[in-house]
């Protein structure tokens, strides 16, 4: 599976950007995507999570409400959909695929893109 992520860019505080991951070369129905972010020094942080098939979605608790992940199967991308920006969602924000239901451990995850940039104005 190849991922490739784009979308991000610089946004002031309170504003919107919406990351886009487009995934080929798998079956995605038996994947489930994920979306993590790394912020400088720090180690790479579970967002978001979409299982492929059935739709079901699962959050961190620090962008529930103000996120949101989708998927469109006929185009095989994965949509991270963000609200309400704050500067601690300054990251470069990754793509993943797994086959472990539901999970948030990056380990887990299979393949990553090689991420998009995301800077968040105060």
């Known amino acids: 599976v190849q991922l490739q992520a784009s979308g991000g860019g610089l946004v002031q505080a309170g504003g919107s950007l919406t990351l886009s991951c487009a995934a080929s070369?798998?079956?995605?129905?038996?994947?489930?995507m994920g979306w993590f972010r790394q912020a400088p020094g720090k180690e790479r942080e579970f967002v978001a999570v979409?299982?492929?098939?059935?739709?079901?979605?699962y959050y961190s608790d620090s962008v529930k409400g103000r996120f949101t992940i989708s998927r469109d199967s006929a185009k095989n991308t994965v949509d991270l959909h963000m609200n309400s920006l704050k500067p601690e969602d300054t990251a470069r924000y990754y793509c993943g695929n797994t086959g472990v239901l539901v999970t948030t451990r990056s380990t887990n995850y299979d393949n990553w893109g090689r991420g998009t940039q995301v800077t968040v104005s105060s």
């Open positions: 070369g798998g079956i995605f129905s038996s994947y489930h």
């Open positions: 979409i299982n492929w098939s059935s739709g079901r979605t």
